[in-house]
């Protein structure tokens, strides 16, 4: 009788070590990464709102007014070359 309350709690641990990693396999490797997707749509929709800007206005306009926003919102602003730039 014994045998049988072992082989059942050793089983019910096996299930629940297999089900704590499915979920795990699930949640965090299979969901989307909806962190990324913001961060990735923020940075296209400041790209496609400083496109026409600069464009019309030119590039003194565009930094000044860039300028402007992070002092404004309290962000770092840091130029880069286009040679620092990651490959696209």
Do not use: C, W
Not at 59 to 75: G, N, P, V
């Amino acid at each position: 009788m014994r045998r049988i309350y072992l082989e059942s709690f050793l089983g019910l641990i096996i299930l629940f070590l297999a089900s704590l990693k499915g979920y795990e396999l699930i949640v965090y490797e299979l969901n989307t990464d909806y962190d990324y997707l913001l961060q990735e749509h923020s940075s296209q929709a400041f790209y496609d709102l400083l496109s026409p800007i600069y464009e019309e206005k030119g590039l003194e306009y565009t930094k000044s007014e860039l300028e402007k926003f992070a002092t404004a919102s309290h962000r770092l602003l840091q130029p880069h070359t286009t040679d620092e730039l990651p490959p696209e």
